[in-house]
């Protein structure tokens, strides 16, 4: 966790996991809305991620949502099955190309179902559950966030693919938390002593509001639109690809390596070439 920020207040409840879930299911929807029409050559259309269609980018969310539900269902089963890392980084990629060999209508039912009983699970939480993950333990309003996030970033591939380009909402800043909140992270995956110094970011959200993280008078800053942070975390834009600023060496090596998901460190993007090319499904 970025040392300047907090981890979310349990205290605060309900009702911030509501408004979290508020947020999430408008981001669902609009994913949703990209992929309910499409004929099965639109399922198997190529997205940014190598060897993945979109089929397999709704696979990937169907599961990850039944892991969700897992974690919350029966949180000693979902612990126990983290504890054979590799099988199940390969059943990442089993998973969904399980999915692809479904009919689109049973893979896009399957999706609806799961991401809306995970929904009515978390809202159900009691204040204070904490759920086990492929990372640290999480609070609800974090697992909402992550699944945001989750949604969010492989919704970024089907529009690609697809050629749409989806309208920013202030949702990002959910993302862009996150994005801030998982600084230490990104440096432990990929086995580096993070900064002891905290970072400044400094972002514009979709509709010119400003988001701030980290103290003033840091050294090490962040600038620039919110969409392209988020794109940047979320490991689908190059930060050379942004218009992203980096004011230090510092802040500059976090770009390159920022992770708002769990699991291993991602490739990331290349820094040359079409907008499509080199992210691997990491998130």
């Known amino acids: 966790m970025h040392s300047g920020e907090r981890r979310e207040r349990d205290s605060s409840g309900s009702g911030l996991t509501e408004r979290l879930l508020v947020d999430l299911r408008a981001e669902t929807a609009e994913l949703d809305a990209l992929v309910a029409g499409l004929d099965p050559a639109g399922w198997r259309r190529a997205t940014p991620a190598p060897g993945w269609t ?4 709704i696979a990937h ?32 990629d089993d998973a969904a190309a399980r999915g692809v060999r479904e009919d689109p209508a049973a893979l896009l039912a399957r999706w609806r179902t799961g991401h809306a009983e995970l929904a009515v699970l978390l809202a159900a939480c009691p204040d204070g559950t904490r759920l086990p993950w492929f990372g640290p333990p999480m609070g609800v309003p974090s697992m909402v966030t992550a699944r945001l996030m989750e949604t969010w970033a492989h919704g970024q591939d089907v529009a ?53 993280w980290g103290p003033e008078d840091a050294e090490q800053v962040v600038r620039g639109p919110a969409l392209d942070f988020c794109l ?4 689908r834009r190059h930060p050379a690809g942004t218009a992203l600023t980096a004011v230090g060496e510092q802040a500059r090596h976090w770009l390159g390596i920022a992770q708002a998901f769990a699991g ?13 090319a080199g992210v691997q499904p990491g998130a």
């Open 54 to 57: 979109i089929a397999h980018q």
């Open 61 to 92: 969310l169907a599961w990850t949502d039944e892991q969700a539900v897992l974690a919350v269902r029966d949180p000693e089963a979902f612990q126990a099955a983290l504890e054979n890392a590799a099988e199940l980084m390969r059943e990442v």
């Open 160 to 212: 690609d693919a697809l050629g749409v380009r989806r309208e920013p909402t202030d949702r990002l800043r959910h993302i862009a938390m996150l994005g801030v909140r998982t600084r230490d992270f990104a440096y432990a995956v990929n086995g580096i002593r993070p900064p002891t110094e905290e970072f400044r970011v400094e972002l514009t959200g979709p509709d010119g509001q400003r988001w701030c």
């Open 232 to 235: 940047v975390v979320t490991q």
């Open 264 to 276: 291993p460190p991602g490739p990331g993007r290349e820094a040359a070439g079409s907008p499509d």
